[in-house]
């Protein structure tokens, strides 16, 4: 069964600080692994796309990186802004009939000044 | 380019009452879903359309949920009876590929409350 567990369920840092959020996939055939930010009462928008060669991704602040043979991802904050509060869901899209999309349960964060 | 657009954002219902959902993908987009996002949780979908045909419902409660998207352009989610359980964010996303390729674009949601 195709599955994408992400960790942790949620997390409080300071403004300024770091983190890592991460996400694991089971699913098979991989096509792609996307991270979406989803802020309170808004629909999800998409950061960034990880196909299988790539291994590291950049989008201003953001760096998602892909372990294809462990299958694993990780989407790190570099200088957390307040802004970055948000809920953080991984979506991985198999290669197969319809392209199915598994999603995760997503990682709530909340920074504070 | 316009985005995803969805109406309405809030519904409150009472329970056994109904209610509908409307959808109006990016244009030109052959993949449409709709999602039912509960609180703290992923969204998980319900059904997916490719053009104006069903790919994939098989987490559809079909004995309360239905959806059609008759000219594969938009498409409306409707709920009868509803249940208390209901009560989540409806989230409607388009593809532009057919067999769902390409980046999936999310509309703002629909919040269904059930009292």
């Known amino acids: 069964k195709n599955q994408v567990e992400q960790s942790p369920q949620s997390l409080i840092i300071l403004e300024g600080k770091n983190c890592t959020l991460q996400?694991?996939?089971?699913?098979?055939?991989?096509?792609?692994l996307r991270w979406y930010k989803q802020d309170t009462g808004r629909g999800p928008v998409s950061l960034t796309i990880?196909?299988?060669?790539?291994n590291t991704k950049s989008n201003g602040r953001y760096t998602a990186t892909l372990d294809a043979d462990t299958k694993q991802s990780s989407l790190h904050i570099t200088a957390s802004q307040l802004s970055d509060s948000a809920s953080y869901i991984c979506?991985?899209?198999?290669?197969?009939?319809?392209?199915?999309?598994?999603f995760g349960g997503g990682t709530r964060l909340m920074v504070k000044p | 380019e316009a985005g995803v657009a969805q109406s309405p954002r809030y519904k409150i219902i009472e329970k056994r009452q109904s209610v509908a959902f409307w959808c109006n993908p990016i244009?030109?987009?052959?993949?449409l879903y709709w999602y039912q996002q509960i609180l703290g949780q992923g969204p998980k979908l319900l059904i997916q359309?490719?053009?104006?045909?069903?790919?994939?419902d098989s987490q559809l409660p079909k004995d309360r949920f239905s959806a059609e998207r008759l000219k594969g352009v938009d498409s409306t989610l409707k709920i009868q009876p509803a249940k208390l359980e209901d009560s989540a964010v409806y989230l409607c996303?388009?593809?532009?590929?057919?067999?769902?390729?390409?980046?999936?674009?999310f509309g703002e949601g629909s919040r269904l409350t059930v009292l």
């Open positions: 359309f490719q053009n104006n045909g069903v790919v994939d």
């Open positions: 996303a388009s593809r532009p590929g057919a067999a769902g390729t390409g980046e999936l674009f």
């Open positions: 244009s030109g987009h052959a993949t």
């Open positions: 996400c694991n996939y089971t699913v098979s055939p991989f096509s792609n």
């Open positions: 979506v991985v899209s198999a290669n197969n009939a319809g392209n199915m999309l598994t």
């Open positions: 990880m196909t299988f060669s790539e």
